[in-house]
């Protein structure tokens, strides 16, 4: 397997998800991110790749194929993606969210056909950069 790698993420992003959230969110928009949350993790633990891919927000998935250089499913399998477990909590703002697992945290984004993982495999980091994730769009 290839050497894990570690993107972090804009520190104003994950700010902004973390900091808006108190504003709050309808219940329908968390369920929706934390469903297709629970759902790309769900995918990825029954080795379901290509399902996982298309759950993937678009430009996480091109840049996945282009480092990897292997069709989605393929790179997507080679990762070495933490496997989530129970929600722990979730946090929408806008169209982002930020969704705490057991054993991993997802950013999501809304599109029109639904919430797209952004970014997988993340976990928070001392310092300026809030967190380093394994899987990342541009």
């Known amino acids: 397997m290839p050497a894990l790698r570690r993107v972090p993420l804009l520190l ?3 700010a902004a ?4 959230s108190a504003c709050g969110a309808s219940q329908a928009r968390q ?3 934390t469903e297709a949350g629970r759902f790309f993790e769900e995918s990825l633990g029954s080795g379901n790749f290509r399902v996982a891919c298309e759950l993937l927000a678009p430009e996480s998935r ?3 194929e ?3 250089k292997k069709p989605c499913a393929q790179a ?6 933490p496997r989530g477990g129970g929600v722990r909590s979730v946090d929408v703002h806008g169209r982002q969210a930020l969704l705490r697992l057991r054993g ?3 950013f999501l984004s809304q599109f029109d056909e639904g919430w797209r993982v952004t970014a997988a495999g993340c976990a928070p980091e001392p ?5 380093s994730c394994v899987l990342k769009g541009a």
Do not use: F, M
């Not at 998800?17 to 808006?20: A, D, I, M, P, Q």
């Not at 310092?127 to 967190?131: I, V």
């Open 62 to 64: 091109d840049q996945l």
């Open 31 to 33: 369920d929706g991110a």
């Open 127 to 131: 310092g300026d950069t809030p967190y």
């Open 12 to 14: 104003g992003a994950a």
């Open 76 to 81: 997507l399998a080679s990762q070495d993606l």
């Open 104 to 106: 991993d945290t997802l």
């Open 66 to 68: 282009e480092e990897e």
């Open 17 to 20: 998800v973390v900091s808006l």
